[in-house]
């Protein structure tokens, strides 16, 4: 592999790792405090919100990663 597919698949991987884990931890938080988009049958307010938690999780999984491989970056 080339340095270039290598460090594509690794920022793949790192993006996919913070979408992943952000929106299970928005999921998981949601249900902690009664939201559970998930797991609810209808749309209604509480399951909304619920999909909120989890697109915060999605945010701010990516953000996460995004600022990891930066300061990993400057580091080398």
């Known amino acids: 592999m080339t340095p270039q597919v290598r460090e594509a698949f690794a920022l793949g991987l790192a993006d996919a790792t913070g979408f992943v884990g952000g929106a299970l931890g928005g ?10 988009f998930v797991g609810s049958t209808t ?7 619920g999909l909120v938690f989890i697109l915060a999780g999605l945010g701010l999984g ?15």
């Open 27 to 36: 999921w998981w938080l949601g249900r902690l405090l009664g939201f559970d």
């Open 62 to 76: 990516k953000w996460l990663v995004q600022r990891w491989r930066v300061r990993r970056s400057m580091e080398k």
């Open 43 to 49: 749309y209604d307010a509480r399951a909304l919100v």
